[in-house]
């Protein structure tokens, strides 16, 4: 099993070291979709926002004994339960891998003033899965935004491997544009490329942006997402600052090797970041 390169009490120390280096960004990856944000406050010593956490065994137990296991590749990095001090936390969308019970409520009972973002559409199927009432959840559809803490939440579609709107219109998978201080963040939950998402992203000035590179494949028998050549490819053509990979490494039926990634990115001089779980990346605010 994959061993992260900081978790549990060394990840915490890293994690609380950042408030000592307040002129950066920093990003920590959980695993999966999982990233923790710190960004310096300007009414505080700093913010936490933490995009789609998975950090149980839940879905590994819960298809134990069927024909589809999730059989884990990485060790868990840190209890949710130790993570008491995140101001915000996001779900893209339904998928358990980005909206887990065994990991949103024990995060919830340690930040009792946490806020939880989730789309209007799955308000209330998030609800009940989080045990909390409907008015708990913060919500959010395509073209909308919210503050939550003193990040600004900007909400597109995401294509997973269609955009699925509910019968009000409401977008069931989105991805989030997240701008705090100086930075703008992209964390595009689990999407495919669909018409216009180039140019809609072209309306910030992304310095990061997290993108998954698993791919799709019939015999996985779940929704797909960028193979690693588009993801890179998708990062130059938005003018991302940088671009971070994610979703692979986690479960052994549904994982891609970054490598194609790494190469696409070299070919297009794009600049990149390949992280191991656990590991931090930090971000100057550009000149």
């Not at 358990?96 to 990991?103: P, Q, S």
């Not at 588009?230 to 479960?251: N, S, T």
């Amino acid at each position: 099993m994959i061993v992260p390169a900081l978790s549990h009490d060394a990840l915490l120390a890293d994690i609380r070291s950042a408030d000592c280096d307040p002129g950066q960004l920093h990003l920590w990856w959980l695993g999966q979709s999982g990233f923790l944000v710190h960004a310096p406050g300007l009414q505080s010593q700093g913010r936490y926002l933490l995009f789609d956490p998975y950090l149980s065994d839940s879905l590994t137990k819960k298809y134990a004994t069927t024909d589809k296991p999730h059989v884990r590749m990485t060790e868990l990095a840190v209890d949710p339960a130790r993570l008491d001090f995140v101001d915000v936390v996001t779900s893209s969308h339904n998928h358990t891998d980005h909206l887990d019970g065994d990991t949103l409520v024990p995060l919830i009972e340690v930040n009792p003033k946490l806020i939880v973002v989730v789309p209007a559409a799955n308000r209330e199927f998030a609800a009940e899965r989080l045990r909390v009432p409907a008015e708990r959840l913060t919500t959010i559809d395509d073209d909308g935004s919210v503050s939550a803490a003193e990040f600004t939440i900007h909400a597109l579609p995401a294509a997973h491997e269609t955009i699925e709107r509910d019968e009000q219109g409401r977008c069931r998978f989105l991805g989030y544009v997240v701008q705090v201080g100086d930075w703008t963040i992209y964390h595009s939950g689990d999407t495919l490329l669909y018409d216009g998402i180039q140019e809609r992203l072209r309306e910030w000035q992304i310095d990061v942006a997290i993108l998954p590179i698993n791919g799709r494949a019939p015999e996985r028998r779940v929704a797909g997402n960028l193979w690693g050549r588009e993801a890179a490819q998708l990062a130059q053509e938005i003018g991302a600052r940088c671009v971070i990979p994610c979703h692979y490494d986690m479960f052994e039926f549904n994982t891609a090797l970054p490598d194609d990634f790494v190469d696409e990115c070299t070919r297009l001089e794009q600049a990149h970041r390949v992280l191991q779980c656990g590991e931090r990346f930090s971000l100057q605010p550009q000149d």
